[in-house]
């Protein structure tokens, strides 16, 4: 007999959130498979807090915990709850992930301050800048938009949960690129809609921000190719 390979220390935790579970390993393609496997790797040094605060939930890096709370609810149509919570709590998994693979500004500076989880390595030549990364961040994000609002793959409350999503890393792009592509994968993987063209340009997209996150010499983020 064949068992399905599955990271029990992610279904356990995504379980008490009140995620909704992943799928077996067969059923998911490489670099959803190779994501989870980053996730869990970050799990493994982390503490996780089940509260009671209304927030789906929270990366602490003081405390290196990530807090969720299992009755959160998003309170709108457009965004199923179960799926949501299993995203989140990958996407604040990712933070840490990030936080550890990304090569920061030297210990001592001004960018160093106050400044965690940023999604793009820093460098001295002005491509490299967290400003610059970030408005090609912004560009990239605002490609995904308008693919996902012209996919027939998506209906109309899926459309609305990835503009919501692109606006929520749109505000703070220093922080939010690898994170949000996670996030959306897996909410579209969960919601059946891995065919769609919008899953397969986020999943380029992410593949090349792996590939950039774990190489200390990987280059600024790219503007993505069209569509």
Known sequence: MTFPLRRFTLDRLIADAGG????DDNLLDDHLRGLLDEMADA?????????????????????TRVTYDPAYTANTP?????PFRTACILHELMHFSVE????????GSPLAAGLESVNYHYGAAAAYHYAAQ????????QQIGALAAAD???????????AGRLAYGDATPHVHYDTVLLDLLVYLRLKNLAASRTYRYISLLSEEAKDRRFNPAGGPVP?????
Do not use: E, I, K, M
């Open 43 to 63: 799990l493994g040094s982390l503490t996780t807090v089940r509260v009671n605060n209304g927030l789906v939930a929270r990366a602490d890096f003081a405390t």
């Open 78 to 82: 457009n965004t199923d709850d179960a």
């Open 20 to 23: 909704q579970a992943l799928p």
């Open 223 to 227: 503007a993505a190719p069209p569509p």
């Open 100 to 107: 550890w693979q990304y090569t920061h500004p030297p210990a």
């Open 152 to 162: 027939p793959s998506l209906n109309a409350a899926v459309r609305a949960h990835v």
């Open 134 to 141: 970030g408005n090609t961040v912004r560009a990239n994000l």
